[in-house]
């Protein structure tokens, strides 16, 4: 497994953020998730014990789609987004990943599955290990309903669950390669119903209120990196 000094992560769903900050505090996060024949299982997302957590930090950043103006380049950058929060700023935020990156950067995006595909089976502690995987893991909180302004809540909205307003995993992957950016890996991954470090009933307990569309049961992964990176 590759890992990374410097990584920014971007994240508009208030849950996740919650959910990643217990994961820095406790070094791992238990969750329930849906498999491929839609029954509940138990899984486990665990930081890799290369990772210094100390240096892990959250900001609060009311702005997106727009990245700081002044944002330094990093090895990676993760853009979580599998319930479809960003709505309209999302492709906004692609056109800026490659010019956030340094000359041997990777790009890590999950975005909605298709309802077709969705509830795959593949181990979600891959994507907080990519998450977490580098020293220093900016999480920007922010959303908007009509994605013509930032919000500021963290939560986002505008995202009514209709399968109209799904998110093109395909069109996102024609404007990566329009940025110079090649594709290395695709996967489908199970999402949280509901978290908790206590895990069992308890976890599936706190899912009910957990603000979570019951709908989402699975993301699309997927990795860019800049042509001649070679790991």
Known sequence: MCSFRHVLGIEADEQMVLAAKELKAEGRLEFVARDGG???????????NDVDRDR????????LPALPPKLAPVDAVVLEDAHGRLDAGLGQLL????????????????????????GGGAAAAASAEAAEGGAVVGDWEGGWGDGAGGGG???????????AD???AEAVKRRMAGQGLELVHEELL???RSTSS?????????????????AASAAVLLVWKKPGVVF
């Open 95 to 118: 056109e800026q990943l490659p010019a956030a990156l340094l000359p041997r950067g990777v790009v890590v995006v999950s975005l909605p599955a298709p309802r077709a595909r969705a």
């Open 56 to 63: 892990v930090r959250f900001w609060h950043y009311p702005h």
């Open 166 to 168: 799904e998110v093109d």
């Open 38 to 48: 839609g029954n509940e299982v138990q899984l486990v997302a665990e930081v890799p």
């Open 198 to 214: 206590r895990g069992g009933a308890a976890g599936a307990a706190a899912g009910a209120g957990c603000g979570w569309p019951a």
């Open 190 to 192: 199970p999402l949280p």
């Open 153 to 163: 809540d963290g939560g986002g909205g505008g995202h009514d669950d209709d399968p």
